[in-house]
DNA sequence: TCTGGGGTCCTAGGACCC
DNA sequence: TCTGGGGTCCTAGGACCC
């Protein structure tokens, strides 16, 4: 008996749907460049935690030919011969330009999603616009004039064909806007290649070139049925975007079903004190997310791991998971959990190279069932008191002791930009000619 | 010396149930 | 000899995204 496929990809009943994909050009060098003009036309590279890899590059970084996710120790050389400017990465500052753009974009029409730190679909079929292209000017220009920020919009019928619209914008068009439609979908598909479509990376793609599918064009014309076989719901969906008929709505932003934090350290730790710091540090960062969206944890994950690239020792990696005897949010019951746990899974006379933990199985807090271990109204006002000091003055202003005091194992950001936006001692500062 | 962090969705397969 | 069919739940792992 061949297997049975019951469902197929549900489509939405949507008639004349138009998308718009508005995306940041180089979003972290342009966040530099706004509160530091004179980076303008040079070339920037941004590194990620730790100073480790390249994770951003403006356009002449790119055309350089700086790679992208190449440690930066292995293109320094060429990073300092061609005077690219370097910064560590300051998501304190993008994270902040990312909220001012997103409440801009959302004038614009009811109907949205913030996608990412740097992108936002926009359904615009409910507005009345007569030209979709001089609508996404009026949104280019006003996020340029307002933040400093340049975007590139594209426009289609689906959430793909518009991610498809706003790569030929970037890559093949002055201005930056570009609108798929019934009349050119075939031809720009055509040269594009099928790893570039979103949703298909390099292990999809080889494999759909093994069956002789090389373009979005071919992608488009493969059949649902088949791909589902082969693949997934996911890939059958895409094929099915391909063809304008649109699988993909606006998802609406909903709480995180788990909240991780973790970093690999500065310098390497090897004692189980500065580990349990470590960990009580990530435990006080994710409690703090999880409150924000008014979430419980019902258990929690807390791994630690050497590093793979050190030859001189064993690869150790080992984690644990706890599950609470009833769900928890507040920050000291959890950092004793964890505290626990890592002890379990410490093993001595290694260096460690990164330490985290996740929060799992989080529920809305509306959905709780009081019991005895509930927590006492003293705890909850304590935890409120808390969030609200450390939003006021800054991050970390009130912190547990077990996190420690002097925080040595923190990433290295040596080339980190001021936080210009959310610092009032860090404020740019004009100067008269 | 130095190799990121934080998510989501889907599938397969095992355990278990009637 | 011959060991169904249909379902749920859970977990691990793969693949992808930015």
Not at 28 to 49: D, G, T
Not at 180 to 195: K, Q
Not at 204 to 228: C, E, N, T, W, Y
Not at 299 to 307: E, L
Request: glycine share 4%.
């Amino acid at each position: 008996m061949g297997r049975r496929y019951y469902c197929t990809a549900r489509c939405l009943a949507m008639e004349n749907a138009i998308y718009a994909l508005v995306d940041c050009n180089n979003f972290y060098a342009s966040c530099e460049r706004v509160f530091n003009p004179a980076l303008k036309h040079k070339p920037i590279v941004i590194l990620s935690n730790n100073d480790g890899c390249v994770i951003a590059r403006s356009n002449e970084a790119k055309a350089i030919g700086i790679p992208m996710g190449l440690p930066y120790f292995q293109c320094k050389t060429l990073i300092e011969q061609s005077h690219t400017h370097v910064f560590s990465s300051n998501y304190t500052l993008y994270g902040d330009m990312s909220s001012r753009i997103m409440s801009l974009l959302s004038a614009f029409t009811p109907e949205y999603e913030i996608y990412s730190i740097d992108e936002a679909f926009l359904k615009l079929d409910s507005l009345a616009i007569q030209d979709h292209l001089v609508y996404a000017s009026k949104i280019q220009q006003h996020i340029l004039k307002s933040t400093g920020i340049p975007v590139s919009v594209g426009i289609g019928p689906t959430k793909t064909l518009a991610k498809v619209a706003n790569y030929i914008a970037k890559k093949k068009t002055l201005l930056g806007l570009f609108e798929i439609h019934a009349a050119n979908v075939e031809e720009m598909l055509a040269s594009l290649a099928v790893e570039d479509i979103w949703g298909i990376g390099n292990n999809l793609g080889k494999r759909l070139r093994q069956m002789h599918i090389h373009s979005a064009l071919d992608f488009k014309q493969a059949s649902p049925v088949k791909m589902r076989k082969q693949f997934s719901v996911v890939v059958e969906k895409i094929v099915h975007e391909l063809n304008s008929l649109s699988c993909l709505g606006l998802n609406e932003i909903e709480p995180k079903q788990s909240i991780t934090s973790s970093r690999s350290f500065g310098i390497k730790v090897t004692e189980l004190a500065r580990l349990k710091e470590a960990i009580a540090y990530h435990s006080t960062i994710a409690c703090t997310k999880m409150r924000k969206q008014h979430s419980f944890a019902r258990g929690i994950y807390v791994f630690i791991k050497t590093s793979k690239h050190n030859e001189k020792q064993p690869y150790y990696r080992n984690a644990i998971t706890v599950t609470f005897e009833s769900p928890l949010n507040d920050t000291g019951l959890i950092i004793q959990q964890a505290l626990q746990a890592i002890e379990k899974i410490f093993c001595p006379h290694l260096s460690y190279h990164k330490a985290g933990v996740m929060l799992l199985d989080l529920i809305d807090a509306s959905l709780l069932q009081p019991d005895l271990f509930s927590p006492s109204p003293n705890r909850v006002i304590l935890m409120e008191a808390l969030d609200k000091i450390n939003a006021k003055f800054q991050k970390g202003a009130l912190f547990y002791a077990a996190e420690g005091i002097q925080k040595k194992w923190q990433m290295k950001r040596g080339k980190k930009s001021s936080d210009f936006t959310t610092n009032w001692k860090e404020l740019a500062i004009a100067y008269a000619k």
